[in-house]
């Protein structure tokens, strides 16, 4: 598995820049806006993240996507904090394959594309 085609970041998330929103439309609802930038702000946080990841050789893995107890021994030196969210940095040949088959079902239904690599049966 590649590092670099592993990506748990939205597609094209950048295209629409809801920072600029307030300036031109100054009676937007400040709920909607609030929610949007902070989509925004989030997935920029992981973006930056997750290629600091990459270029180190790691890939960020979601905390959903590991058991309890298995994220509790990586805490100490490999949790990324985005959020609310924890992502852990592993190395691809650490993955169990659960843990891959998890990773796969993620980017599926959270992120929206398709993964580039495939499950493991």
Sequence with gaps: MDVNKVSVVKQNYN?????????LYPSINIVVYAKKVQEFCFYQSLD????LANRQGYLLLPYSCMHWTRAKNYA????VKIGRKSFFMMKPNELTKNEINKL???IWEVVGHEPSFSKQS
Excluded at 15 to 23: T, V
Excluded at 48 to 51: F, G, L, Q, S, T
């Design 15 to 23: 295209e629409k820049d809801p920072r600029k929103l307030a300036y």
């Design 48 to 51: 930056v993240a997750e290629d």
């Design 76 to 79: 100490d030196d490999r949790k």
């Design 104 to 106: 796969h079902d993620y």
